[in-house]
């Protein structure tokens, strides 16, 4: 095992197809216990684990635990200090670079005229729900488009980010989307009595007094 | 350009069956024979010949290239008349035109939108009924938004109210 960032775990492992949205956590951020409070309960094989992922393992030991296993506890170790890390300065520095990329995707709704978007979790906890991705233009929440992004937990991103990296990043934030989709009949706006249901439609012509029937027209 | 080297499709089958093409419903060949349907539309009788053809292949020749346009033109009006409606309908239901991306819509069925009715303005979009929004679909079509139009998921909730329901609605 060399000490080249570039053969470590952790570019490896943000370069594979899938973990795109994931940053590069670094190292003295790991090493720093007090950055990894509370995560052990989290995690099967901790120890090993963390050792996985700051290449400390020293090999062939008989005792570890299986490969498949162990790589699990490490990926689930790894997502969870990138969701603490990604709310200190130095994350936020890393992600706005990727967001700035457009790395993370586009708004899919059409007026937000592709408005890069952020990685956002709907719960703090593991195995809840998958990432999803927020706009900041439209300030809703949308299932990513590629769908080998969304196989990540939403955990490992945490509720807060978007939220945070605005905060730190004001500038970044995009002007609110005003336009609003009207939908249109003929070029005629649609009055909101057309929305009603059949049940509603029979209801107001039942009640119409007989003789003086004037139903909505329809086509 | 292109030559067909399927002796046993017609233009209508080939054009369908291109990828991307999958929210195009079958326009049938009385419909666009129809004057009537055709009302306003610029054409050239070549060109509704190369549709109208039984079987294509490499002996048709030349197409004139804007089949594509003229086809898409009918199918707007086609979608409209009640056989249309229906077919929508089962390609709805079907989930053929995707699902909202919006996670508060729980994966709503969507319907194509045009953002215009002119040719060459914008390529189509998704209408999401919960949310009445419009999205760009996932899967990367390049039809034209003029080829549904952009009354077309008006025209199919108010011929098919019982498809909307008022928890769907945030105006009531």
Redesign the interface.
Known sequence: MTDSDESSWIHWFCKQRGNEFFCEVDEEYIQDKFNLNFLDSNVKNYKCALEVILDLNPGSASEDPAEPELEASAEKLYGLIHARFILTNRGIELMLDKYNKGEFGTC????CHSQPVLPIG?SDNPGEDMV?IYCPKCN????P?ASRHSNLDGAFFGTGFPHMFFMEKPDARPKRAKQK?V????GFK?H?T?????A??QKDVTMTPVGEIDSPS?? | MSSSQNNNSSWIDWFLGIKGNQFLCRVPTDYVQDTFNQMGLEYFSEILDVILKPVIDSSSGLLYGDEKKWYGMIHARYIRAERGLIAMHRKYMRGDFGSC????CD?QNTLPVG?SAVWGKSTV?I?CPRC?????P?SDTQLDGAMFG??F???F???L??L???LD?P??
């Not at chain 1, 899919?108 to 007026?111: G, I, M, S, T, V």
């Not at chain 1, 809703?140 to 299932?143: E, K, L, Q």
């Not at chain 2, 991306?101 to 508060?104: D, G």
């Open positions: 899919p709704r059409a007026f709907l999803r809703d929440v949308y299932i488009k989709f939908p249109r009949l003929y649609i909101p057309a929305y009603r249901t059949a509603e439609i329809h086509i | 991306p919006n996670i508060s994966r953002l979009k209408h009445k929004s419009n999205f760009h996932k952009p009354s998921p008006d025209i909730f108010s011929l109210p019982n909307t329901s008022p609605d105006r009531t």
